[in-house]
């Protein structure tokens, strides 16, 4: 079994935590991601607390996520998806 998908608790999906929730990712990789019953999405983090609570409330997240920090390090995400646009991976 993939060592990711052996670290989640119970259920045996790879849990989601995602940052930056622009259009690429509210209408392409979320529903693509919703499909794929490995997955769960976890957690969110945005600099806006309103898009974030409003993408949890739309894409079932479980939170959102107070800051960078608290999402790469909360016990219930196996893996962050950095969904922001390239000129700002650095």
Not at 21 to 34: A, R
Request: aromatic share 6%; charged share 20%.
């Amino acid at each position: 079994m993939n060592s990711i998908i052996s670290r989640a608790t119970g259920s045996g999906k790879i849990r989601v935590g995602v940052v930056g929730l622009g259009n690429w990712s509210e209408y392409g990789h979320l529903p693509s991601l919703k499909l794929l019953p490995e997955y769960e999405l976890i957690a969110v983090y945005s600099r806006s607390a309103e898009k974030a609570a409003a993408l949890v409330e739309r894409h079932g997240f479980k939170y959102a996520a107070a800051s960078l920090q608290e999402l790469v390090s909360h016990p219930e995400v196996d893996l962050v998806l950095v969904l922001t646009p390239a000129v700002q991976h650095e």
